[in-house]
């Protein structure tokens, strides 16, 4: 990829970040962030691609540390924000009962 | 040999980075929250599989193990976790992801020629380490593992000056010769620098660093992308960074604290100074059924929660103490303070968790010019959120956050374990007003007494 490429795609991925969440509310932050949190553990694709070129034993190992934390940041991260989110969407049911 | 032409993977690429888009998207709403997280998902998972599909990997029985034993790590423990520690959980997984990008960084050090490549190589591994070490100081602090006042030490200032030269100059002879040995170096100092911002930070301020370092693992997972060229890596990332930015503001504002202040506050002394020390000075404290008239004969009571009654698990003998109030005719509010719990809006999960109806939680703008004509302010395991020294005292470590007015109130109680100071460690002078009283004991026991006193009236 030549650098002016590289350069547009991070420059226009800033303007988004910005913008989609520029308008969230405080009781919405902390799932967000954690959201955010689950998505930088993407860097398991990096880490595949570097324990997958290891030559030696010695990069494998280290490379499939890599791997397994970038596992638990992605897996677990997705999890964890599910499970916050499940307990707002339970919150609406149960007042929509009450109506009821 | 790879399945999939480039053209196939770049696209699929394109898909997953949209995925993140929505996903950011759609968590920035509560109708949308969740669905929003599993698009997030998806994208990830059409990801992992074109990385797969793309490259020519070996190994790929070892990658694929390695990928199992993470997920059962990690599943059980998300799944399982309290609701209430869930914040360290976040800092943690923060914190692996910013290892691992440093990790990746290393590795590919060699690969990497251009010196633009090495300065993507050296910015990824100092980030990266920083956001490692700095997430696991944080883990602690709020696991409560150590000390959650600012630990400052003499010289601290002059030891990350010298830590950043030595950063500096390590990444310089990085970009230069491609050295393994410095490149490890500044692994770490990166692990030290990030303990070395960490520690200073007031308890009360944790919630913002991980939103910070969060933000901050995002950069250094672009930069590999950019190390790699892989276009998801430098989407996803950069996005986590963007974001990330904007929601360690806004929580700051929440807090009327600037990130500045709160990472380089502690290095100018002084204003940082708490105190866990018990205080002897009188106060008045009550029993059960004392605190049980006060509210039954009150005709509008305002319930302040916070951190203490999430820990004691009694959200629901709190949610039935107010369905007897109001069964009396009593209005009943619960006036949510922003940061009340240990993060922006954890107190809300806490509470929907105990069923709570949304309709009786009111934001801190909404409910501060109600508590003059509220006969109780029920203040139950929180202490910082109502504490007027936010207000009054320019020194504290606390002044400037907004806090909910308990004091305006007719009558205050506080529920609390015990006369040690809150989270910010702080002395809070609501404590010791003539119409405050004090019910101490464990939040679910002492509210079950109240609430079977309330009942007998």
Known sequence: MDSINILTFFVLAVFVGFEVVSKVSSTLHTPLMSGANAIHGIILVGAIIVAGHAESAGILILALLAVLMATVNLVGGFVVTDRMLEMFSGKKKASEGAQK | ?457
């Open chain 2, 1 to 457: 040999m790879s399945l999939i032409s480039v053209e196939v993977e770049a696209l699929l690429y394109l898909f997953a980075a949209v995925c993140f888009i929505m996903a950011l998207k759609g968590l920035s709403s509560p109708k949308s929250a969740r669905r929003g997280n599993l698009i997030g998902a998806l994208g990830a998972l059409v990801g992992i599989a074109t990385v797969f599909l793309a490259e020519e990997l070996r190994n790929v029985g070892w990658i694929l193990l390695v990928i199992g034993v993470g997920t059962l790590i990690s599943v059980p423990a998300s799944r399982m976790v309290k609701m209430t520690q869930m914040p360290q959980l976040v800092a943690l997984f923060n914190g692996v992801g910013g290892g691992a990008a440093a990790i990746v960084a290393l590795l590919e050090l060699r690969a990497a020629d251009t010196p633009g490549f090495l300065i993507a190589v050296a910015f990824t591994i100092f980030i990266g380490s920083i956001s490692f070490s700095g997430s696991v100081i944080t883990f602690a602090k709020l696991q409560e593992m150590m000390t959650t006042r600012p630990v400052i030490f003499a010289g601290q200032r002059y030891v990350m000056i010298i830590l950043s030269v030595l950063a500096l100059a390590g990444a310089v002879l990085v970009v230069l010769d491609g050295n393994l040995v410095i490149a490890t170096l500044l692994l770490v100092v990166g692990l030290v620098m990030g303990l070395l911002l960490v520690l200073p930070v007031g308890g009360a301020d944790v919630p913002i660093v991980i939103s910070l370092l969060n933000a901050m693992t995002g950069l250094a997972v672009a930069a590999s992308g950019l190390v790699l060229g892989n276009t998801l890596l430098l989407v996803g990332g950069t996005l986590v960074g963007a974001s990330g930015t904007i929601l360690t503001r806004a929580m700051a504002s929440a807090m009327g604290r600037s990130v500045n202040n709160i990472i380089f506050g502690a290095f100018k002394g002084g204003s940082t100074a708490g105190s866990t020390e018990v205080s002897d000075r009188p106060v008045k404290s009550g029993s059960a059924e004392d605190v049980a008239i006060l509210l039954g004969y009150a005709q509008k009571v305002i319930v302040v929660p916070g951190y203490g009654l999430a820990v004691a698990q009694a959200q629901h003998t709190m949610y039935e103490l107010a369905k007897a109030l109001e069964a009396k005719g009593i209005e009943v509010v619960f006036g949510i303070h922003p940061v009340a719990g240990r993060m922006p809006g954890h107190m809300n999960v806490l509470l929907a968790e105990a069923n709570v109806p949304y309709e009786v939680l009111q934001e801190m703008d909404e409910v501060n010019p109600q508590f003059k004509t509220a006969d109780v302010c029920l203040v139950v395991g929180a202490n910082d959120v109502v504490n007027p020294s936010a207000k009054t005292t320019p020194g504290s470590p606390i002044y400037g956050m907004p806090i909910l007015d308990a004091g305006d109130a007719k009558q205050v109680v506080f529920l609390k374990r015990s006369m040690r100071p809150g989270f910010a460690g702080i002395e809070n002078e609501l404590l010791y007003e003539p119409n405050t009283t004090l019910l101490f004991g464990d939040a679910k026991e002492t509210l079950s007494k109240v609430l079977s006193a309330v009942k007998a009236l």
